[in-house]
């Protein structure tokens, strides 16, 4: 089983819908972390969780919403998006407060198109 | 002026080619530099990993920093298709939250042709 899972792979939607991207990772981290990619642009940063917090909201519109109801698992919910929204979203986890803290360890992502 | 600059490629080289890529940067509080690999329709995997300035080796992969320079390498021994990626380069901020921030570069594709 790979160490961080996300689930759809693939995901269209239409500007009305409402819909929740899933991760899940089994590396006993403290961090889980949402990234937006779009085609030639670096990853952005959105949302960081540690110890189920929320420490980071990186200026994202509020059709946006994480959640994280345990150090396993963070969901990102969405809707009224927009066709710009069509993108790469990863979910990565880290163990933060040692040394290997720094090292993100990524998902496949989810495939997200809004038409 | 974006904090890393990284040129998106592609970069086309045959294989057993040695291949260069770089990324240069503005805010010289970065403290761990990283590259990352990318294979199509995947998330980054950790490829390297350096804090101070010089080398690192790992089998046919060297990174290099140069912090004076803010200038970061990578360096692919005898390139295999199998490296045919896109290779991002990120760096470590420790953000006022306590945590550890990534800022990444946009990514070099790079294939590699039998």
């Known amino acids: 089983e790979t160490g961080v899972t996300q689930t759809p792979r693939h995901l269209v939607m239409g500007m009305t819908n409402k819909k929740s991207l899933k991760c899940e990772q089994h590396?006993?981290?403290?961090?889980m972390y949402w990234y937006k990619q779009s085609a030639k642009k670096p990853l952005e940063l959105m949302f960081v969780y540690s110890l189920e917090e929320r420490v980071e909201n990186n200026s994202v519109p509020s059709r946006f919403s994480p959640e994280c109801p345990n150090s396993s698992h963070l969901f990102l919910h969405l809707h009224t998006l927009q066709p710009e929204d069509s993108a790469l979203y990863l979910c990565?986890?880290?163990?933060?407060?040692?040394?290997?803290?720094?090292?993100?360890?990524f998902g496949s992502g989810t495939q997200l198109s809004v038409l | 002026q974006k904090e890393v600059e990284q040129d998106p490629g592609p970069l086309s080289v045959p294989e057993g080619a040695i291949v260069s890529l770089n990324c240069t940067y503005s805010n010289s509080a970065f403290q761990y530099f990283m590259w990352y690999r990318q294979y199509s329709r995947k998330g980054p995997e950790l490829l390297m990993y350096?804090?101070?300035?010089g080398n690192k080796e790992d089998g046919r992969f060297t990174a290099q920093v140069d912090k004076s320079s803010k200038y970061i390498s990578l360096f692919i021994r005898d390139s295999q298709p199998s490296d045919s990626a896109t290779y991002l380069c990120a760096m470590i901020l420790r953000s006022t939250g306590g945590y550890n921030k990534l800022i990444f570069g946009a990514g070099t594709r790079l294939a590699v042709h039998p």
């Open positions: 990565a986890s880290s163990q933060e407060g040692t040394r290997v803290g720094e090292k993100l360890f």
């Open positions: 590396l006993g981290h403290n961090a």
């Open positions: 350096t804090y101070s300035s």
